[in-house]
T-cell receptor
Framework: DGGITQSPKYLFRKEGQNVTLSCEQNLNHDAMYWYRQDPGQGLRLIYYSQIVNDFQKGDIAEGYSVSREKKESFPLTVTSAQKNPTAFYLC?????????????FGPGTRLTVL | AQRVTQPEKLLSVFKGAPVELKCNYSYSGSPELFWYVQYSRQRLQLLLRHISRESIKGFTADLNKGETSFHLKKPFAQEEDSAMYYCAFPPPHASGGSYIPTFGRGTSLIVHP
């Protein structure tokens, strides 16, 4: 464990509010990723970033936004436009975002919309 | 489109029985495939990757290009093997040649005493 951290562990949000999930890594990895994990659906990619100040949409980017101002940080904002935000969110990083890269995962944040 | 399929949501076996978790892929090129595991209350972590041809915790996985499969096997299951297993596949990205992993839906393995 260690190397990639997510906070908070649990997050509660009222409908209509934006919330930001934190992801930090000290592995000196260039690539970072955000996934959403739902029962029976596996991991679905939200956004990824291969380098600072650049990021790309994944399969389910609608209603989410990210920034990558620093190499070690990749925060995810869940906006009010996300229709079904209650889920478990996983952040990951890898060395260079190239074929064969192993991903290292954070402990996750469980978001519940009240 | 490139994708990975895990047909079983749940696999339930008794301790000492052989285990095979299925993974099939669709990809026109030469794939790089992984198995990730998530034990209860632990992080998702790499179990093994086919290019390493290694055995981790007694598990092996062979890439079968003819059947487009990468099944995970263990001859004798242990209770501590109970976990969620994901087959993962990095398809080539559309721009620039970088690779973004794609995960299957996962198989929950339960090993009974």
């Amino acid at each position: 464990d260690g190397g990639i951290t997510q906070s908070p562990k649990y997050l509660f949000r009222k409908e209509g509010q934006n919330v930001t999930l934190s992801c930090e890594q000290n592995l000196n990895h260039d690539a970072m990723y955000w996934y959403r994990q739902d029962p029976g659906q596996g991991l679905r990619l939200i956004y990824y970033s291969q380098i600072v100040n650049d990021f790309q949409k994944g399969d389910i980017a609608e209603g989410y936004s990210v920034s990558r101002e620093k190499k070690e940080s990749f925060p995810l904002t869940v906006t009010s436009a996300q229709k079904n935000p209650t889920a478990f969110y996983l952040c990951a990083s890898s060395i260079a975002g190239v074929k064969g890269d192993t991903q290292y995962f954070g402990p996750g944040t469980r978001l519940t919309v009240l | 489109a490139q994708r990975v399929t895990q047909p079983e949501k749940l696999l339930s076996v008794f301790k000492g029985a052989p285990v095979e978790l299925k993974c099939n892929y669709s990809y026109s090129g030469s794939p790089e495939l992984f198995w990730y595991v998530q034990y209860s209350r632990q992080r998702l972590q790499l179990l093994l990757r086919h290019i390493s041809r290694e055995s981790i915790k007694g598990f092996t996985a062979d890439l079968n290009k003819g059947e487009t499969s990468f099944h995970l096997k263990k001859p004798f299951a242990q209770e501590e093997d109970s976990a969620m297993y994901y087959c993962a596949f990095p398809p080539p990205h559309a721009s620039g040649g970088s690779y973004i992993p794609t995960f299957g839906r996962g198989t929950s393995l339960i090993v009974h005493p």
